[in-house]
């Protein structure tokens, strides 16, 4: 509010011609005339608060939008920032879902693997607290929830817990069970489409949260698509099925013994997930061209994509829940009009700074303060990049063990922790991206890397105590939900 101070009253003095008198006056008036103006103008001048459409795919790896997704690639990547350094913090999907709408890490939230419920309050529910916006899910929402519709979301569309099938599919819609009839992902497109229209008629601006089902296993594509992709349409990577392991944790070893992570890998595996994508790919072009359509394009703010990346034969591993980049590192980018200057970006990126963005968009304060940080300061620069990361594992079984890793885009430094009750030979992993992007040779012996391996490791206990409060592992005390 802009305070006026009382100024003398020079028009009324005895010594003032009348002249004087009158144009003190009158300039006196114009100034309290302009003072307000200039504050009418500061309050008419407040940027409206943009639209906000939030795109999560389940399982994609951050390979798979260019060659599979052209249109996206188009109309989000190449028209947005791409961020070609973008990561999960815990790869999983519940785990991943959680951070996104929290922006916490799994250390924070406590949603530490697929069994546990999210009770931190997200995004949704802090906005619609303020109701300020037209809120609206379309798809998977977290792996602990019924499929029920949330209290928070004017129109709701999901399915239980953590997948579905992709034709005749069992959707929640807005409170009311049914079998929807038809491909899963085009009745998402549908229900997005149908949300859209009802936004155009509030009075305020919408947010849509999006979370196709695909690339999801088991993956069942259109008859349209089935068979576009060859079986080895994407060369495999040189970390496939790795020949020396002599540097592995003792756990990849045993994979590769049993021949696990060999069969149909990277091959039907990913042919399969690939031709879900084509669907999807259309779904968001006809969504694009709806918002362009009601005028709302430029005016939406645009966020693209994977709750995690997946392995498929690297490493000899089928599936996520490791260090390793094809589990950690997701296709992520947004796209905002002229508001963001369009270009590949280095910045490191996470998907805990979602939910502190959608709050600095939407001028709503967070109730639990974010770990990630607003996207915003990259609109232009990456000036404000991050310079490390945490990225955390707690998964057991199936060979797997947890891990805690600081990433700073270039290097990656991780602890494992122990197997049953013998130790590890490689409980630590050190690898240099710059030089070895497949992640083969294990450094964590290389006396030329110690200087780097002893910063990286203070570092990684920095981190962990800032957000565990202990250098130790120790898995966040959640509430699992009834199986």
Same mark, same amino acid.
């Given at each position: 509010?802009?305070? /006026?101070?009382?100024?003398?009253d020079?028009a009324?003095?005895p010594?003032?011609? *009348?002249?004087q008198?009158?144009l003190i006056?009158l300039?006196?008036f114009?100034?309290?005339?302009?003072?307000?103006?200039?504050q009418?103008? =500061?309050?008419q001048e407040?940027p409206?608060?943009?639209?906000?459409?939030?795109?999560?795919?389940?399982?994609q790896?951050?390979?798979?939008v @260019?060659?599979?997704?052209? $249109?996206?690639q188009?109309?989000? &990547?190449?028209q947005?920032?791409q /961020?070609?350094?973008?990561y999960? +913090?815990?790869p999983?999907?519940?785990?991943s879902r959680?951070s996104? #709408?929290t !922006?916490?890490?799994?250390?924070?939230?406590?949603v530490?693997t697929?069994d546990?419920?999210?009770n931190?309050?997200? &995004?949704? =529910?802090k906005i619609?607290?303020?109701?300020?916006?037209?809120?609206?899910?379309?798809?998977?929402?977290i792996?602990?929830?019924? !499929?029920s519709?949330? *209290?928070? &979301?004017?129109?709701?569309?999901?399915?239980a817990?953590?997948s579905s099938?992709y034709?005749?599919p069992?959707?929640?819609v807005?409170?009311?069970w049914?079998k929807e009839q038809?491909?899963?992902?085009?009745?998402?497109?549908?229900?997005?489409?149908?949300f859209i229209?009802?936004?155009?008629?509030?009075?305020?601006? &919408?947010?849509?949260?999006l979370? #196709?089902n %695909? *690339?999801?296993?088991?993956?069942?594509s259109?008859?349209?698509d /089935?068979?576009?992709?060859?079986d080895?349409?994407?060369?495999r990577?040189?970390?496939f099925?790795?020949?020396?392991?002599?540097?592995? *944790?003792r756990w990849?070893?045993?994979?590769s013994?049993?021949k696990k !992570? %060999?069969k149909g890998?990277?091959?039907?595996?990913r042919?399969?997930?690939?031709e879900?994508? %084509?669907?999807?790919?259309r779904a968001?072009?006809a969504?694009?061209?709806?918002?362009?359509?009601?005028?709302m394009?430029?005016?939406? #703010?645009i966020?693209?994509l994977s709750?995690?990346?997946?392995?498929?034969?690297?490493?000899?591993?089928? @599936?996520k829940?490791?260090?390793?980049?094809?589990?950690?590192?997701?296709?992520f980018a947004i796209?905002y @009009?002229?508001?963001? +200057?369009?270009r590949?970006?280095?910045?490191?990126v996470a998907?805990?700074d979602?939910a502190p963005?959608?709050?600095?968009l939407?001028?709503?304060?967070?109730k639990?303060?974010?770990a !990630?940080?607003?996207? +915003?300061?990259?609109?232009?620069?990456?000036?404000?990049?991050?310079?490390?990361?945490l990225l955390?594992? /707690?998964? +057991?079984?199936?060979?797997?063990?947890p #891990?805690?890793?600081?990433?700073?885009?270039?290097?990656?430094?991780? $602890?494992t922790?122990?197997?049953g009750?013998?130790?590890?030979?490689?409980?630590?992993?050190l690898?240099d991206l710059g030089?070895?992007?497949?992640?083969?040779?294990n450094?964590?012996?290389?006396?030329?890397?110690?200087d780097?391996q002893?910063?990286?490791?203070?570092?990684?206990?920095?981190?962990?105590?800032?957000?565990?409060?202990?250098r130790?592992?120790?898995?966040?005390e @959640?509430e699992?939900? %009834?199986?």
């Amino acid at each position: 509010m802009t305070h /006026f101070f009382p100024a003398p009253d020079l028009a009324s003095s005895p010594s003032m011609l *009348p002249t004087q008198r009158t144009l003190i006056a009158l300039l006196l008036f114009f100034l309290c005339c302009s003072a307000s103006y200039a504050q009418e103008e =500061e309050i008419q001048e407040a940027p409206p608060k943009p639209n906000i459409l939030l795109i999560i795919t389940d399982d994609q790896r951050y390979d798979e939008v @260019g060659p599979y997704m052209p $249109k996206t690639q188009e109309r989000i &990547f190449d028209q947005g920032i791409q /961020f070609d350094r973008a990561y999960v +913090t815990t790869p999983a999907c519940a785990p991943s879902r959680a951070s996104i #709408f929290t !922006g916490l890490y799994a250390s924070q939230h406590a949603v530490s693997t697929n069994d546990y419920v999210l009770n931190k309050q997200t &995004f949704a =529910e802090k906005i619609a607290k303020e109701g300020t916006y037209f809120l609206g899910h379309v798809g998977k929402y977290i792996n602990g929830w019924d !499929g029920s519709a949330r *209290p928070e &979301f004017d129109y709701w569309v999901s399915f239980a817990r953590g997948s579905s099938k992709y034709f005749s599919p069992l959707l929640n819609v807005n409170g009311t069970w049914n079998k929807e009839q038809g491909y899963i992902t085009d009745i998402f497109r549908d229900h997005a489409l149908l949300f859209i229209d009802q936004a155009a008629q509030q009075e305020k601006p &919408f947010l849509l949260t999006l979370a #196709f089902n %695909a *690339p999801h296993r088991q993956w069942t594509s259109p008859d349209e698509d /089935f068979g576009i992709y060859d079986d080895n349409a994407q060369e495999r990577n040189p970390n496939f099925r790795e020949e020396d392991l002599s540097d592995k *944790p003792r756990w990849i070893r045993k994979l590769s013994k049993k021949k696990k !992570g %060999a069969k149909g890998a990277q091959g039907i595996f990913r042919k399969r997930a690939r031709e879900t994508l %084509a669907s999807v790919d259309r779904a968001i072009d006809a969504i694009l061209d709806k918002l362009e359509g009601q005028g709302m394009l430029d005016d939406t #703010f645009i966020l693209f994509l994977s709750d995690n990346g997946i392995l498929s034969g690297e490493h000899w591993i089928l @599936g996520k829940d490791a260090l390793y980049e094809e589990a950690v590192r997701v296709p992520f980018a947004i796209r905002y @009009g002229s508001n963001v +200057t369009p270009r590949s970006s280095s910045a490191l990126v996470a998907n805990i700074d979602i939910a502190p963005t959608i709050f600095e968009l939407t001028g709503i304060e967070a109730k639990n303060a974010p770990a !990630g940080t607003s996207l +915003t300061p990259l609109f232009d620069t990456d000036d404000a990049s991050r310079e490390e990361l945490l990225l955390e594992g /707690f998964r +057991t079984g199936s060979g797997r063990v947890p #891990f805690s890793t600081v990433h700073t885009g270039d290097t990656v430094y991780a $602890k494992t922790k122990r197997l049953g009750t013998k130790m590890d030979r490689n409980r630590t992993e050190l690898y240099d991206l710059g030089s070895d992007p497949y992640q083969m040779s294990n450094l964590n012996r290389d006396e030329s890397y110690t200087d780097i391996q002893n910063d990286l490791r203070s570092r990684l206990d920095n981190l962990l105590v800032t957000i565990r409060g202990t250098r130790r592992f120790r898995r966040p005390e @959640g509430e699992r939900y %009834a199986q």
